[in-house]
């Protein structure tokens, strides 16, 4: 069984820094691409960040772009968000997952693949 378990969530000043963590559980990730999203209320689940299985390749949305860093350790089975310079508008629910399929990208993940129960941010400005 595949679990994934999200941490590091919290509150914190605009400009400030997080890191989130997700540890991936029955699956090991030396083939696996992961990714980072987040949802406010009212609003889709929105893509932030990706990593490629090998972690050669990795994707970012615009509004984090240059601001964040994802990274994943697979001895550790780790996945991690390094959120830096965090504005208010960056507070939502984060949730990671894991491709299903091997040796991707990590831009095809979907509702489809594992996912974990999400880890809240909240920016104060």
């Known amino acids: 069984q595949v679990q994934l378990v999200e941490s590091g969530g919290g509150l914190v000043q605009a400009g400030d820094s997080l890191r989130l963590s997700c540890v991936v559980s029955g699956r090991t990730l030396n083939r696996y691409a992961m990714g980072w999203f987040r949802q406010t209320p009212g609003k889709e689940r929105e893509f932030v960040a990706a990593i490629s299985w090998n972690g050669a390749s990795d994707l970012y949305a615009d509004s984090v772009k240059g601001r964040w860093v994802i990274s994943k350790s697979d001895a550790a089975s780790t996945l991690y968000l390094q959120m830096n310079r965090l504005k208010a508008e960056d507070t939502a629910v984060y949730y990671c997952?894991?491709?299903?399929?091997?040796?991707?990208?990590?831009?095809?993940?979907?509702?489809?693949?594992?996912w974990g129960q999400g880890t809240q941010v909240t920016v104060s400005s």
């Open positions: 997952a894991l491709d299903k399929i091997a040796w991707t990208s990590g831009r095809d993940i979907n509702e489809n693949d594992y």
